[in-house]
């Protein structure tokens, strides 16, 4: 979407941009190299929701290339709806990051997944498999039919199984919100044959995995949480193959679900700082973890194997006292920001889940999800032993290998 760099592009310049580049690297510099060349630093933020044409012979070629293709028109953008320079640069940094040909980014990690939903619908393929648990908004939307999708819900030994003709979508989310449940990306893509698997990689990021190498098709994020990571913009994006995001484009273009230009810019700001972010975070998280393994108030703890910075755990006692008893820590939903939150799913994030289907994918009334910023370890432990309560009897000895999944 940016302006061509004609003059400017240098072979330097191309090389920079081609190369391979570490994650690290990538963070920083995607969907900034025609910067500097640009005279830039900091990535303009265009506000426009219009473009002036003196050519509408021109917009009217343009126009339907989008219809039939859905493909990122070449120049000058046409209206805010069909695409933002500023949004483009997340875009085009977050499918670097998860190794994709391309990103589509929306309002809402909601509008990202019924954008998905809409698509493949729009296919004739209106039947979706999926794995419990999900984020409860996702499992709601599935189970509601609010699109007019069917699913069959069954875990992942049974996908084969589940698929139909008019299957469209297979969804699974790893590490899953809230029981941090992992599954097995590439068994799990075997299975699905030539349905598209789209993974929900809002916990893990694409620091800790890229589903795509794994044989996702589709990687949906809630922008929302690590990719913002400072709880001040949501967002969602969908980081896929350039055959379905001309596709989402073009739902997106039709159903209005965009993002704002303001929001593209905090998002791809937040990316700089990503890998620096989950890396640090997840090793207070991993502490954390160890810590109430062994604390005889605490009954069963969830990390991932594959690390992170969200913890789960189920109390022995009372876990809204928990959440009444934090200082330091935010009880709020909600996750992957700077600072610290903890929230009970039973009554928050999944209370929108039937209570008989939310026990049945492990997410029990006891249990808390905690997502742990940047915060010094000794101080987020000092407000969590004063949150837990009273210990009970002499200390556990039991080992962490025995209750960590
Ligand atoms: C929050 C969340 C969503 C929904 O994203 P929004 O940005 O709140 O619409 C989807 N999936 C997961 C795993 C989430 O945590």
Redesign the pocket.
């Known amino acids: 979407m940016d302006t061509p760099l004609d003059s400017a592009s240098t072979p330097a310049y191309d090389d920079v941009r081609t190369a391979p580049r570490a994650l690290a690297t990538e963070a920083v510099h995607a969907g900034r190299d025609d910067l500097a060349r640009q005279g830039l630093h900091a990535p303009p933020i265009d506000l426009s929701t219009t473009y002036p044409s003196y050519d509408s012979r021109a917009e009217a070629a343009r126009i339907d290339a989008f219809a039939t293709d859905g493909a990122e028109l070449d120049g000058t953008p046409v209206y805010g709806r069909l695409g933002n320079p500023t949004v483009a640069r997340f875009e085009t940094a977050l499918a670097r990051l998860e190794g994709t040909e391309a990103a589509v980014a929306f309002a809402?990690?909601?509008?990202a997944?019924s954008a998905v939903l809409l698509v493949r619908s729009a296919a004739g393929l209106r039947h979706v498999v999926a794995v419990r648990p999900l984020?409860g908004?996702?499992d709601h939307l599935l189970t509601a039919g609010l699109l007019g999708t069917e699913v069959t819900w069954t875990d992942p030994a049974g996908i084969a199984d589940a698929l139909r003709p008019d299957t469209g979508l297979v969804m699974v989310?790893t590490p899953a919100?809230p029981t941090l449940a992992e599954v097995d990306l590439r068994a799990v893509a075997h299975a699905c044959g030539s349905v598209p698997l789209l993974v929900?990689n809002?916990?893990a990021t694409p620091v800790l995995q890229r589903p795509a190498e794994q044989g996702a098709r589709l990687v949906l994020h809630?922008?929302?949480?690590y990719l913002g990571g400072h709880g001040d913009v949501?967002?969602?994006v969908v980081a896929c193959d350039e055959e379905l995001a001309a596709r989402l484009r073009q739902v997106r273009f039709a159903t209005g679900g965009v993002l704002h230009p303001l929001a593209g810019y905090l998002l791809l700001r937040g990316l700089s700082t990503l890998p620096v972010r989950v890396r640090a975070a997840s090793a207070t998280a991993a502490e954390l973890a160890a810590r109430l393994a062994d604390d005889p108030r605490v009954a069963r703890v969830h990390y991932p194997s594959i690390g992170g910075a969200m913890v789960s755990f189920e109390v022995h006692g009372d876990p809204h006292a928990v959440i009444g008893g934090v200082g330091l820590i935010t009880p709020a939903v909600?996750?992957g920001s700077v600072d610290t939150l903890i929230q009970h799913p039973a009554s928050i994030s999944h209370r929108i889940v039937d209570a008989d289907d939310r026990r049945g994918a492990g997410v029990g009334d006891r249990l808390l999800r905690m997502s742990v910023g940047l915060e010094d370890v000794e101080d987020l432990w000092a407000d969590l032993d004063r949150a837990l309560g009273e210990r009970p009897g002499p200390p556990s000895v039991r080992g962490l290998h025995e209750v960590m999944s």
């Open positions: 809402s990690g909601m509008a997944l984020y908004c996702s989310e919100n929900d809002t916990f809630s922008a929302t949480k949501m967002a969602g909600s996750l």
